[in-house]
């Protein structure tokens, strides 16, 4: 059974920075790419970042370019969203997903970054 668990979310106030992380099972994680989705109160899905099974190659939404990177660990099977100089417009629920750009691909159940004064 393929399993996502996002951790690493919470309140921070804008500047500032958070490490998401995605720990992945059930599958053999580094055949996949991988990606982060995020959900604002009351909105839809936005895509955030993917990265190739090797590591090698990410894309970034011009939203979060320069200021989020995402990357992997394939020997630990867990992904990661390194986040820095967080906005307001940043506060949603944070997704990881196993595809590089599929909205109704496998998630978890999230881990919500709230970025408040």
């Known amino acids: 059974e393929v399993q996502l668990v996002e951790s690493g979310g919470g309140l921070v106030q804008p500047g500032g920075s958070l490490r998401l992380s995605c720990a992945a099972s059930g599958f053999i994680f580094s055949y996949y790419d991988m990606s982060w989705v995020r959900q604002a109160p009351g909105k839809g899905l936005e895509w955030v970042s993917a990265?190739?099974?090797?590591?090698?190659?990410?894309a970034y939404a011009d939203s979060v370019k320069g200021r989020f990177t995402i990357s992997r660990d394939n020997a630990k099977n867990t992904l990661y969203l390194q986040l820095n100089s967080l906005k307001t417009e940043d506060t949603a629920m944070y997704y990881c997903?196993?595809?590089?750009?599929?909205?109704?691909?496998?998630r978890g159940r999230g881990t919500q970054v709230t970025v408040s004064s």
């Open positions: 997903a196993k595809a590089w750009y599929d909205f109704t691909a496998t």
């Open positions: 990265i190739n099974g090797g590591g090698s190659g990410t």
